[in-house]
């Protein structure tokens, strides 16, 4: 059997969707996702209709195949940051600074991929199932965080627990590894608004919500991180630079 010629086949398929999902992207610059259509992307790319159907055969799949590939970029630039910073002996506190940093950039550096992951949604368009395992990079990050600082004793209690019984999906316990002990029981409840508190700020300051009332939107960003792990009980050293 020729293996060059598998080669040559293997880098057959992959390169349409390659090309295709690139030229989506700029769309997504220019247009937003839901200027997005398979039409476009043919003529901009110069592969005939046809054939990009034949690799996505609706826009809807082409706008999976992006969504996944930005949950994926996100979350590996935030596990490239926490292990550059555990692998430091960086304490829980400046990992996660680490990682929300990392956050930060990718999504400056990738505003329209950021729009379609985190911006309003796309009308006509549901991310499927599948998109469920690259977008919970994200929160598994923190998650891995939170239970690494617990784990160390780096946690200081609450003051006060979240009222009534657990507010949790099975999922979200799972992914933390399980519920722990009182008096941090209602730990995951807490990851969970620092993770929408970290998105919120991100959104923020990726659409210029804050420019107009921050004079040093970076150091603002790392306050703010800083303020919102109070809530875990968890000190972010904000002297300590782990970029």
Excluded: C
Aim: hydrophobic share 45%; glycine share 6%.
């Amino acid at each position: 059997m020729d293996v060059s010629a598998i080669s040559s086949n293997e880098e057959e398929d992959i390169t349409p969707a390659v090309v295709i999902k690139d030229i989506a992207r700029q769309q997504l610059v220019k247009l937003g996702a839901s200027g997005l259509s398979l039409e476009a992307v043919s003529r901009d790319s110069g592969i005939p209709v046809a054939d990009v159907e034949a690799v996505f055969p609706h826009r809807d799949d082409l706008l999976t195949a992006l969504v996944i590939d930005a949950y994926d970029a996100s979350g590996e630039a935030m596990e490239q940051a926490d292990a550059a910073a555990a692998g430091a002996g960086a304490s829980g506190g400046a990992r996660l600074l680490a990682v929300t940093r990392a956050l930060r950039q990718w999504s400056f550096d990738n505003t329209a991929e950021f729009t379609l992951i985190y911006g309003s949604p796309v009308p006509d368009y549901h991310a499927p199932q599948e998109t469920v395992p690259s977008a919970s990079r994200t929160p598994a990050v923190l998650a891995g965080i939170v239970r690494s600082a617990l784990e160390a004793g780096e946690l200081a209690p609450p003051r006060r627990a979240v009222p009534g019984p657990p507010l949790l999906l099975p999922e979200a316990t799972l992914l933390f590894g399980g519920v722990p002990e009182a008096p941090f029981s209602d730990i995951i409840e807490r990851g969970i608004v620092l993770w929408s508190n970290l998105i919120g700020l991100l959104v923020f300051q990726v659409f210029s919500r804050t420019h107009d009332s921050v004079r040093d939107e970076v150091a603002f960003f790392d306050y703010a991180i800083a303020v919102a792990a109070e809530s875990i009980g968890l000190e972010v050293p904000l002297t300590e630079h782990t970029d």
